[in-house]
């Protein structure tokens, strides 16, 4: 650890202990229960998503002393059942020439005992830029860790220099994997033409890369794609990406930022044209999801609950409470019916010890933290949140919608909507101020934050032919 790494260490501590000391009721009123939330500063994306000698380890985009956002470390905390997390600290800092404007996203390795952590250092360089073509320097950077908790000294593995000619400064996230004694990395970039393509390398050695060749779309998708991922899923090859700059097609792409998939045919290694994105998310907060394979053989997926640049359309109240922003739900990952289908991991529903069955119309007041599943084969079916936030299905219409009534409730969030077939049923997961849609076994999810008052948990279901069940823990 370097000098400017314990200063961090020591300021990030002080500030904890002063929080604790004030620790105030309205504190703690919009926190998570079972979902990985910063204990102070801002959160962004996942990172270095893995399960090490048996604990599950989360790192995320973390700027500790800057609600708003700010200087970006590596946040780190860790679960044995993917729903109660413990901080444990921030491990990687901004403390090297290569990195001192941001450690940036990245991913982890799990080899032979040590933890491989791969990030972006970033650099901002002093002078008029316009920090896309100059002014802005983006490593490759390795840090291993060998007990979970502490990295040993950064390696700088890549430069702009070793990256294609015809790209901007912007190229980061590497995602890192290994598949028959290969490792692969994947990383997001913009190119001079601003376009948003996925960089593909090899390494036979975790250190030493080449390039191999890009996946790109034919069509216009954005100036940039961030924080990419690749995997094989249910016989498929799944490309994962968060492109900026796609325009709004009626219902699709409404987010400022979008996060999408698609199936890549045949050998990925040399790169390829991309086509026929799918949204994984039809709410207002949802970007940068990373995987990684559990031990166990799931494919579990963490995104970011938030939207980057959203602060002027909707925000979150609790930055004055010191903290903004939260990570979506754990969740299982397969394809049924050719769809990528999302549900929350299997542990949330042992979580539950306490539910109650009905029939038709319910109504009543709701746990901070608790589940509703409900089936249907009704004509229509409303459901009603804290009063203001409304999600309804019109069999005629084929459309979901999630619609915020009450602009308070919604911190300036409107209206989303997505055309669904046929809605059988739905898993809606309410974890304090947070709600997490997941439509027909996943095969359609919708994310958002909300902020009801403390007393205004409430539900009130319309549906005729609606069957439910309500689950918490007691
Ligand atoms: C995505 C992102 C990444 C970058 C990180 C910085 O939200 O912009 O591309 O590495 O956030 O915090």
Known sequence: MNALHHLWKQLLER?????????????????????????????????????????????????????????????????????????????????????????????????????????????????????????????????????????????????????????????????????????????????????????????????????????????????????????????????????????????????????????LEGDFCKGAQVKDFRELDGGFDFYAPQTFLGDDGRRIQIAWMGMPDVEELYTNPTVKDGWQHMMTIPRELSIQNGVLCQNPVRELEHWWNCSHSFVGDFEGAIEPCCELALSTEGEALEVILAGGLRLRYQRDEKIFRMEFTDSLLGAGRTTRGREVEDLKSLRILIDVSSVEVFLNNGSDVFTTRFYPEEHAYTVKIHGPDCRGTYYIHS
């Open 15 to 263: 500030e904890l202990e002063q929080r604790a000391g004030e620790a105030a009721e309205a504190e703690v009123r919009w926190r998570p229960r079972l979902h990985i939330a910063p204990p102070i500063g801002w959160l962004n994306d996942p990172n270095g998503l893995c399960q090490y000698q048996g604990l599950y380890h989360a790192f995320y985009q973390f700027s500790p002393f800057q609600p708003e956002g700010g200087l970006k470390f590596w946040g780190h905390c860790t679960s044995r059942d993917l729903l109660h997390w413990t901080f444990e600290g921030a491990p990687l800092a901004p403390d090297q020439p290569e990195d001192c404007h941001g450690v940036y996203s990245g991913s982890a390795l799990v080899e032979n005992g040590s933890m491989h952590l791969y990030y972006t250092g970033n650099v901002k360089e002093t002078g008029d830029h316009d920090f896309i073509n100059t002014g802005r320097r983006s490593s490759t950077m390795l840090a291993i860790s060998r007990d979970g908790r502490t990295v040993e000294a950064k390696e700088l593995l890549m430069t702009q220099n070793d990256y294609p000619a015809d790209l901007t400064c912007h190229v980061r996230d590497p995602k890192i994997w290994k598949q028959e004694g290969i490792y692969y990395m994947v990383q997001g970039a913009r190119t001079k033409e601003n376009k948003g393509v996925i960089l593909l390398f090899s390494s036979e050695d975790k250190r030493h890369w080449r390039y191999l060749g890009r996946f790109e779309s034919k069509e216009d998708f954005g100036y940039m794609w961030e924080c990419p991922d690749l995997y094989e899923l249910d016989g498929q090859t799944v490309l994962s990406i968060s492109p900026q700059g796609v325009k709004a097609e009626g219902l699709k792409y409404a987010n400022l930022y979008q996060s999408v998939t698609c199936f």
